[in-house]
């Protein structure tokens, strides 16, 4: 997603007003007996968007834009839990042959893109042809798209787009019937097909608009979404206008057995209105840690997502063993709701990088030696305040897959990592750290983000490091900087997350798949054993045979360690009391067309703020 990960393909262009300004954009009437004042969700993003293009885009400030302008196939019912896929673009959900191989899918009829210049002025209807067309983009050699492993050697026939790309090539795999009619054939059995038919990097785009704008074509977002873009700062701010045009969707909730008891509130309310609620949404950028806190608690953001372990003091309780709002921010009627999120904070090492890469026992025992000096209870107590569990595996709790009784046999435990060292050659040279088994010196140089919080992660790998006798260097970046020069194998090691795209456990251990070398897999791991295991189990639903390949392959994990597990973490996420219908879903990254506000408690509380 997972986890999502920056990727920034597009040149900056500074300030760029697309689609139209928010001033002059028709407005979504508000529903009767409602006030007359337009609704607006105020809202931020973690890090800066890159280009808005569903095939080439890949970090999670984008995915969140991106799934409210474009349309996959399917998406996540809101409330249902476990989760639950339903229909979006189609009248039902696809019919699938007995052997799993064939799926047709029936479009809804009338659903029409945003106005572009590149439609001369008409209407334009989404039809079958245009799902056909934006799928085969993913295999286009000059995107480059992150996201052509969901569909790479799964579609039937589809070796020949990889041979000479056109998307005049037609392929048994990809199909439109008629007008309305999808079909799409798998060479093999996929259980997770339909998961990756309900994210961004699979929603119909236009062959009009990717041809008009090329390259640009991220920087003219034209989809079908509940939302549109108008005024677009970069970096800075992004304005979604409610789309006027957006096809009639009404909200059904789940059978109740299916709603957990804390969301049956917001299924009642949310029952039968149509969506989206709000009129517009102001998306700020907010990449500092206290700016987002400070402007939550001013009442600038109806709600705060993931509360930075450091500002974990200024909202929340000392005094308790589980998290809980201060009084004074009770009082004024803000909600907590603890979120166990389906996310994997890893720290991976280039397995090509000359230093600490390859598959060699002196390399491996560095590598583990690395793994064996982080102290994830220190990380846990002290920089993640409590809200994370120690990682055990690439999965977290709660996808298809996890077994919460493995436990990694890698620990912290320095004495371990010093004597690895030695055995290997790995001698303390004199200038106090260690120097390679052929006496040249040893530094190691990681990648890290210039924020407060990455100056702390910095300094618990130093401390770490150092005690055994290891010398690291840290380089500051942009995380969209990183990883793009992580796709091309310059980073030796680099922390970072991956949050499910859908929620079962392929989506995590393709992150270490050889073939995605370059793409999602930064480490470039690639070692037969486990890529036959893999291949193996991502044809399996979640089978004890499966069970059983994934214990195997996370053993090859641990044994010649690509990564450092460090945690999953438990989300603190916050509320305003004026935002209503507000749940957080495991997989998608937003729920602003589910969000309603009350005007006037907004204007009422916010005015009373000192």
Same mark, same amino acid.
């Given at each position: 997603m997972a986890g999502n990960m920056a990727l920034k393909w597009k040149r900056a262009?500074?300030?760029?007003?697309?689609?139209?300004?928010?001033?002059?954009?028709? !407005?979504?009437?508000? #529903?009767?007996?409602?006030?007359?004042?337009?609704?607006?969700? $105020?809202?931020?993003?973690?890090?800066? @968007?890159?280009?808005?293009?569903?095939?080439?885009?890949?970090?999670?400030?984008? =995915?969140?834009?991106? %799934?409210?302008?474009?349309?996959?196939?399917?998406?996540?019912?809101? =409330?249902?839990?476990? +989760?639950?896929?339903?229909?979006?673009t189609l009248r039902a959900m696809p019919q699938v042959d007995q052997a799993?191989?064939?799926?047709?899918?029936?479009?809804?009829?009338?659903?029409?893109?945003?106005?572009?210049? #590149?439609?001369?002025?008409?209407?334009? &209807?989404?039809?079958? @042809?245009?799902?056909?067309?934006?799928?085969?983009? =993913?295999?286009?050699?000059?995107?480059?798209?992150?996201? =052509?492993?969901?569909? %790479?050697?799964?579609?039937?026939?589809?070796?020949?787009?990889?041979?000479?790309?056109? $998307?005049?090539?037609? !392929?048994?795999?990809?199909?439109?019937?008629?007008k309305y009619t999808l079909r799409i054939r798998l060479s093999a059995p996929d259980p997770n097909f339909l998961y990756y038919l309900a994210m961004p990097a699979t929603a119909v785009v236009a062959r009009e608009v990717?041809?008009?704008?090329?390259?640009?074509?991220?920087? $003219?977002?034209?989809?079908?979404?509940?939302?549109?873009?108008? @005024?677009?700062?970069?970096?800075?701010?992004?304005?979604?206008?409610?789309?006027?045009?957006?096809?009639?969707?009404?909200?059904?909730?789940?059978?109740?057995a299916g709603v957990p008891p804390e969301s049956r509130a917001a299924a009642a309310a949310l029952e039968g209105r149509r969506l989206p609620l709000v009129d517009r949404i102001e998306v700020k950028i907010m990449e500092e840690y206290q700016s987002r806190m400070l402007g939550f608690l001013n009442g600038e953001f109806d709600y705060i997502e993931q509360v930075p372990e450091s500002m974990k003091d200024m909202v929340l309780r000392s005094d308790s063993a589980a998290? &809980?709002?201060?009084? %004074?921010?009770?009082?004024?009627?803000?909600?907590?709701?603890?979120?166990? +999120?389906?996310?994997?904070?890893?720290?991976?090492?280039?397995? &090509?990088?000359?230093?600490?890469?390859?598959?060699?026992k002196d390399k491996v025992a560095l590598r583990r030696a690395i793994a064996l000096s982080y102290n994830s209870a220190e990380d846990v107590a002290l920089l993640k305040k409590g809200l994370a569990l120690p990682a055990q595996s690439p999965l977290p709790p709660n996808v298809l897959g996890y077994d919460p009784a493995y436990r990694s046999p890698i620990a912290y435990n320095p004495a371990l990592a010093r004597a690895l060292l030695d055995r290997y050659g790995y001698r303390i040279g004199k200038h106090g750290y260690r120097t390679l088994p052929n006496g040249q010196p040893l530094l190691l140089t990681m990648h890290s983000e210039p924020s407060m919080v990455g100056r702390l992660r910095d300094e618990l790998w130093r401390k770490g490091l150092n005690a055994i006798g290891l010398q690291v260097?840290?380089?500051?970046?942009?995380?969209? &900087? !990183? !990883?793009? #020069?992580?796709?091309?194998?310059? +980073?030796?090691?680099?922390?970072?997350?991956?949050?499910?795209?859908?929620?079962?456990?392929? *989506?995590?251990?393709?992150?270490?798949?050889?073939?995605?070398?370059?793409? #999602? *897999?930064?480490?470039?791991? *690639?070692?037969?054993?486990? *890529?036959?295991?893999?291949?193996?189990?991502?044809?399996?639903?979640?089978?004890?045979?499966?069970?059983?390949?994934?214990? @195997?392959?996370?053993?090859?994990? $641990?044994?010649y360690n690509p990564w450092v597990l460090l945690t999953h973490p438990i989300s603190a996420d916050i509320r305003q009391p004026w935002l209503k219908n507000y749940i957080r879903h495991p997989v998608e990254f937003t729920n602003w067309r589910y969000l309603d506000l009350d005007v006037a408690e907004r204007n009422q509380l916010t005015k009373m703020a000192p």
């Open positions: 262009l500074g300030t760029a007003v697309l689609a139209l300004a928010a001033a002059q954009a028709p !407005i979504v009437a508000a #529903a009767p007996g409602t006030a007359a004042a337009p609704k607006v969700l $105020h809202a931020f993003l973690s890090t800066g @968007e890159t280009g808005l293009d569903p095939a080439v885009a890949s970090d999670i400030a984008t =995915l969140a834009l991106l %799934e409210n302008l474009y349309d996959p196939l399917l998406r996540y019912d809101y =409330l249902a839990r476990p +989760v639950k896929l339903q229909p979006n799993g191989l064939t799926y047709t899918f029936q479009l809804t009829p009338g659903i029409r893109f945003t106005p572009d210049p #590149a439609f001369k002025g008409k209407p334009r &209807e989404v039809t079958a @042809e245009d799902y056909v067309y934006s799928l085969k983009r =993913l295999y286009d050699p000059e995107l480059k798209s992150p996201w =052509l492993f969901l569909l %790479e050697g799964k579609l039937a026939g589809d070796g020949a787009l990889k041979t000479r790309f056109s $998307h005049a090539t037609a !392929i048994p795999g990809l199909q439109a019937v008629d990717a041809e008009a704008y090329g390259s640009q074509m991220g920087n $003219h977002p034209v989809g079908t979404g509940p939302f549109l873009v108008g @005024e677009w700062k970069r970096s800075d701010k992004i304005t979604l206008l409610a789309n006027p045009d957006f096809r009639a969707t009404v909200f059904h909730a789940a059978p109740a998290p &809980e709002l201060k009084p %004074e921010l009770a009082g004024k009627g803000m909600q907590l709701s603890p979120f166990p +999120v389906l996310q994997t904070y890893y720290m991976w090492m280039n397995m &090509e990088d000359p230093l600490i890469g390859g598959y060699g260097q840290f380089k500051s970046d942009k995380k969209t &900087e !990183i !990883i793009k #020069a992580s796709r091309l194998g310059k +980073v030796m090691m680099f922390e970072t997350n991956w949050i499910a795209d859908f929620p079962d456990g392929d *989506n995590y251990l393709q992150l270490l798949y050889g073939p995605n070398s370059g793409r #999602a *897999n930064y480490a470039r791991f *690639n070692l037969p054993e486990y *890529n036959r295991r893999y291949e193996r189990a991502r044809q399996l639903g979640d089978t004890p045979e499966r069970r059983v390949l994934y214990r @195997e392959m996370k053993q090859l994990i $641990h044994a």
